[in-house]
């Protein structure tokens, strides 16, 4: 599904505090599998996911979606590769304050211009699949942890993209919490969705949901596959 | 079309949104900039409707004044003297016109004593303009009394008040007849205050300036072109209380801009960062903004104008009135006629309008150039 | 209903309100022909040379007719003394015709008077 070739990223290029996170990174990430980046901090993981997620474009070297070379397209296309393909959950969820949660949920399909109505029945749905119903007006601000986070899975899913893209997503749980967040995830993987996260916590990158470990430091793969 | 449409329809919900959330400051905002365009809406429509009246009615004011200077002042026109104008080409009339001032103790207001040079009143009688007619509650057949500067009470008769549709041109006045006015301020027999000459043809009218400058030295003709041209620069930009307000409204304005130019919340930069990342692009945010911008600027600017044009032409202006009257006692009561000058609305829309909406876009403009990936950090 | 729709109905309106100023201001100028034919007689009748604004002092009741000395009668460096002064600049036609120190009055050039 998307394949990089020997990525490198720099940050502050040509300064003299110029620092390379990334440093040769090969790897292919199969499609309708979960995959976790492991390693210490520092070690590049949240760069490398901005780089799959077509966040931000690597230094140097190739990413390749479904065969196809995107790391030389124009920022437009960035952004619409990922609106159509990616669905990200963020570490601090980043929920826009002051909206409901519906709201929340639809903001990322507000692009496509699709009819309101079926946007928010969709909303609806995936909501109620998270069993949040009940909470669909409120503003975010006012939901827990737990409830925000399912909040941000819905709205990584709202245009229904292949790929989910997960930065430490139990970092701000508790375990009970974090166990309730691998059950989504065991879901979302039913349903065929290709997905990689990053974490250390043990209870995620040991879990039977996760199907491949790849662990980094230092800007670089350690192991090849689990 | 339509899908454009519902983008943008997504992009107003948005905005609105964000602008709700900050609801008692940005309702500030919008007051303030409304009472701006009100304030100058107020100002631009008053004074063009004025000029153009000025410029319809004072049409009808004598060709030529003629006027007696004596050391800076105008002073008297001697016996003998419109004979010395003698037959000047394309002069059809030459009268001399008997007018002046009093000051009624009474109301402590200052009238215009004027003789009709057509349909003058009976002897001891008098008509009166509508202001005067309420500042000494007068009414027809009433009878009033003036002190002469000599010292002597006179008494007339008020035969008739000036219709109130009048007013703007003669709200003080107090007409008689030749043999009252000069019985009352002992004008000298003989003497007129100034001359008003009948030019048939306006292209001679230059002419005959010149020759009566040649022919009378110590004489100062006002062409009605002159007078015109006093009302088609009263309430200029550059004058007193209109550039004071002008300043202040610009000032207000910039403080307005400034505020909104000089860069973005923390908050507002880390949700741009959120937008992006999820999907929107870089033109979406500036749209978003731009609605922002346009959306309060626009209302803004109609309301404030639709206000200022009830507030002059149905209202009379009336918050301008203790301005315009000054340390007048009569104050005239006019309800101005709108004409209204399409390109001072347009210049008005154009400098209220595209500078805050410019405003608003500049420092979106950095922010929403910046990579969506400073969202996965923090 | 939705914000947005809100929002551009109430712009909508903002603008038919607009537009309705216009439609009102040229309703009113047909109604007020007979009141400017009104002023207009009287101005022929009574040969005025001025609108009736402020009537406290010469030069603000007959600003065309005043002379440049008015304003200053009491000292040409007196401070102006009414605030319809400061709203009613001088003449502009006075001005031109003592900016060159011809004294013949008007805003004829000298070299048109000799003629
Ligand atoms: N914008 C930036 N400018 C400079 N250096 C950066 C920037 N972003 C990240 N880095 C550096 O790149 C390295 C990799 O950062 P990254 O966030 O990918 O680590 P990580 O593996 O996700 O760590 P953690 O487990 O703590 O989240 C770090 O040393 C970090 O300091
Ligand atoms: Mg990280």
Redesign the pocket.
Known sequence: MIELHSIRKA??QGHDNE?W?LDGIDLHIEAKKVTALR?P???????LLTIVGCLSRPTEGRVRLLGEDISGLPERFLTEIRRRRFGFIFQQFNLIRGLAALDNIILPAYPTGRPRRELLDRAEELLAGLKLGHRRHAKVEWLSGGEQQRVAICRALINDPEVLIAD?PTANLDTHLAGEFMGILEGLAAQGRTILL?S?DPLVVESAVVQRVVDMRDGKLLSSPR | MKLWLAKQRYLIDFTLASLARRKARNLGLLFVYIVLVFMLASVTLYTHALRQEAARVLAASPEVILQRMVAGRHDLIPPGYQERIGRIRGVQKVEGRLWGYYYDAVTKANYTFMVPAENAPAAGEIIVGPALERARGLAKNNGISFRSYSGKLHTFIVAEVLPQASELVSADLVLMSEASFRAFFDYPAGHYTDIALSVANPLEVRNVAVKLAAALPDARPILRDEVLRTYASIFDWREGIVLALLSAAILAFGILAWEKASGLSAEEKREIGILKAIGWETGDVIKMKFWEGLLISLTAFLIGFVAAYVHVFHFSASLFEPVLKGWAVLYPRFQLTPHIDGVQVATLFFFTVVPYAAAVLVPIWKAAITDPDSVM?S | MRPADRALLLLLAGVAAFTLCFADAARLRGAAGADEAERTRLVAQLRLTDLALFTEARYTRHPSQADLHSAFQDHPLAFEHFPSGSLIGPPPGLVQSHSKVGGDGTAIPAAEVSK
Request: glycine share 18%; charged share 20%.
């Open positions: 940050f502050n620092y996170a390693g901090s520092g070690s590049g993981k949240t760069t430490e990053t250390h | 950090r």
